[in-house]
């Protein structure tokens, strides 16, 4: 049997931009994808925590130290720029996992506070 485990949080970031007019996405700082050990276009879901909306959609990078986290597509209207939300990556396994899941926690202008979470097999 396989199981769904959280693989990486990054938690209460601020939403920056909404663009319902994109075709769909989360765009979110590189450096961010990075400390949560996320690929482009894995697959994400995203919790926020100012209104209660959860919605499921995939990560592309934006430009590095921009702090940039923005909310694409129809999913443009289920959040509000300033929202705090957490962005949550899953994967499956078969046996439990030897290492907790990556927590990444940000600042107000979505900066990694220090120290800087490892990277699973770093």
Same mark, same amino acid.
Request: proline residues 7%.
């Given at each position: 049997?396989?199981?769904?485990?959280?693989?990486? %949080?990054?938690?209460?970031?601020?939403?920056?931009?909404? =663009?319902?007019?994109?075709?769909?996405?989360?765009?979110? =700082?590189?450096?961010?994808? $990075?400390?949560?050990?996320?690929?482009?276009?894995?697959?994400?879901? &995203? @919790? =926020? &925590?100012?209104?209660?909306?959860?919605? %499921?959609? @995939?990560?592309?990078?934006?430009?590095?130290? *921009?702090?940039?986290?923005? &909310?694409?597509?129809?999913?443009? %209207?289920?959040?509000?720029?300033? $929202?705090?939300?957490?962005?949550?990556? @899953?994967?499956?396994? *078969?046996?439990?996992?030897?290492? +907790?899941? &990556?927590?990444?926690?940000?600042?107000?202008?979505?900066?990694?506070?220090? +120290?800087?979470?490892? +990277?699973?097999?770093?």
């Amino acid at each position: 049997m396989r199981r769904e485990v959280l693989r990486a %949080k990054l938690h209460r970031a601020h939403v920056t931009r909404c =663009d319902v007019d994109y075709e769909g996405s989360c765009l979110l =700082d590189a450096d961010l994808l $990075d400390a949560m050990d996320a690929w482009p276009y894995e697959a994400v879901e &995203i @919790y =926020d &925590i100012t209104n209660g909306a959860r919605f %499921k959609t @995939y990560l592309i990078p934006g430009a590095r130290g *921009s702090g940039e986290l923005c &909310i694409n597509g129809a999913a443009a %209207k289920l959040v509000n720029v300033g $929202d705090l939300v957490i962005l949550c990556c @899953y994967g499956q396994v *078969s046996t439990p996992p030897a290492t +907790p899941p &990556i927590i990444v926690l940000v600042d107000e202008r979505n900066r990694v506070r220090e +120290p800087a979470p490892t +990277p699973r097999g770093a």
